[in-house]
């Protein structure tokens, strides 16, 4: 289990989906590459982006790779980002090396204990 799963601060799969396809469509985005820790979860979120954006099966790729590689990753090959995750220090830094700054965005869920 996750940290973010623990403190019930898990990514909600549904507003992901739909974020996800709504950047893809805006963005002129063909294919998505998933970054985070909890497998399972990843795996049910690739399916999720696939039956719902209508994509091909192959449209979604997870990172298997350590930390280091995914931020080659996202710098190399991300051309947006969405961070579904506020409070993740990793992901803002897999988002603040991909090369269009300009093309970072988050899902902005706010929670009690939480001010940004």
């Known amino acids: 289990m996750t940290d973010f799963v623990a403190l019930k601060r898990s990514t909600d799969m549904k507003s992901t ?6 950047l893809a469509m805006r963005k002129n985005i063909s294919h998505f590459m998933i970054f985070g820790d909890d497998q399972k979860f ?40 969405l961070i579904t995750a506020a409070r993740s220090t990793f992901a803002f830094w897999l988002a603040f090396f991909v090369q269009n700054q300009n ?9 009690k204990d939480l001010v940004m």
């Open 42 to 81: 990843m795996n049910k979120l690739s399916e999720a982006i696939i039956k719902e954006g209508g994509w091909k099966s192959d449209a979604v790729a997870i990172s298997k790779y350590d930390e280091s590689m995914d931020l080659y990753l996202a710098s190399m090959i991300c051309s947006s980002f």
């Open 103 to 111: 093309a970072v965005y988050y899902l902005n869920v706010p929670t």
């Open 17 to 22: 989906v739909k974020a996800a396809n709504q």
